[in-house]
């Protein structure tokens, strides 16, 4: 990789790997699963709730923003209580747990309400899970010289199964039934059985090779409350917090598209599989670019990439509302990917770098909430917006969220003064 980077990091990163692909599975089979007619939804489409009238999309986007949803909010009380306590591993085992139970029971789900219950078992889950995972990252990378890299394999071992996930999962579904010993076995009950299997080789890998490091516990007080401005007074904004929110706007930007998948795949007149590859395209982009690009913000600098990233994503989300061809929707998806692979490691490592090792998972947290809340609101934003305006209206809407994000980290983000990484002097070694 052409640096040090801890094999514990490697571990964690592949677990998180198997995790995200069963995830990412139901991303897209849950729209398809609801939408097949196995999900009792009949007595709520069309029902009329305070002047607005429910839709398929809205309800699809629901399901898909309850996971998000509960996984966020979480996430400050879990980062909190593992940094109290020095415990990481017990509640990523923990969160593991949930989920695979959760997934096991989507087959036995045949009405809305079980649907949304089954989901929310999963987004609790993920909210133990998510910040201890990426808080053992920092701890274990220890040198600000090396946590960009540290991230960028976390984050891409990750990608690659939330990226490839939909792809195998379109195929999946739609190479079903499957014949087995135990009977005929549903291209959907195959999917949700791939997520279980996902969260069993997670738990597998933390249990055996992941232990928390000898000096965890620090002093988190009992204050849950996020800075929001700017305690130093040199900036009016504190900049964890002006992260996260940038974090939020990239993450909404990112899950507009999964809601549209049936007027997507209208406009476009393609199937299953090719909007698989769209969605993935996102993924794959970080694949390729997050371990370079966060080694790069080791020896540069965090911010030049993260204000790069968020210039780049505005156009790049924006033009998705207007394109008529796959292809191009491909490329356009691939651009966004790279934009969002420059803001992502390198915003993590500017917080760890800011957190140190006291406090990571409570300082972590913001970004890792942000970034669930930004997947949980950009599917229920999706279908609002596309029920009340038009296809284009989502994608614009994401546009002006990634300007906002633009001026903000423009104005108010630094890199960490103390930060060895700032000169190019002191890069890290090869």
Sequence with gaps: ????????????????????????????????????????????????????????????????????????????????????????????????????????????????????????????????????????????????????????????????????????????????????????????????????LGAAVSFTLVTVFISDPESTESAAGDDLSIAVFDRSGSNLFDPVFILGVGTFFMATTIALYATLEGPLRARLDEGTVLFGVQFAAVVIANVLLQVPIGQASDRYGRRPFIVAGFAILVPSVFVQGIITDPFVMILARLIQGVAVALVFAPALALAGDLAGDRQSGTTLSVLTMAFGLGVAVGPLASGFLYSIGGLSTPFTFGAVLATLALVLTYTQVEDAPSDPQTSPKRAPQD
């Design 1 to 196: 990789m052409g640096f040090d980077t801890d094999r514990r990091v490697f571990t964690l990163a592949f677990a998180r790997m198997a995790d995200a692909l069963g995830n990412s599975f139901l991303i897209i089979v849950l729209p398809l699963y609801i939408a097949s007619g196995q999900v009792r939804i009949d007595g709520l489409v069309g029902l009329n709730v305070g002047g607005f009238v429910l839709g398929e999309q809205f309800l699809i986007g629901f399901v898909l923003s309850l996971f998000g949803f509960l996984n966020s909010f979480g996430q400050p009380f879990t980062g909190r209580l593992s940094d109290r306590s020095g415990k990481r591993r017990v509640y990523i085992l923990l969160g593991l747990g949930i989920y695979g139970v959760a997934s096991a029971a989507y087959p036995l789900a045949s009405d809305y309400g079980a649907i949304l219950l089954v989901r929310a078992f999963q987004g609790i889950g993920a909210a133990f899970t998510i910040p201890c995972s990426v808080a053992l990252v920092n701890e274990y990378a220890g040198a600000d010289s090396t946590r960009g890299g540290s991230f960028g394999v976390f984050n891409t071992f990750r990608l690659i199964g939330f990226g490839f996930g939909p792809i195998i999962a379109g195929a999946v579904v739609a190479a079903g039934p499957y014949r087995t010993p135990a009977g005929t076995l549903s291209g959907f009950d195959a999917a949700f059985g791939i997520a279980v």
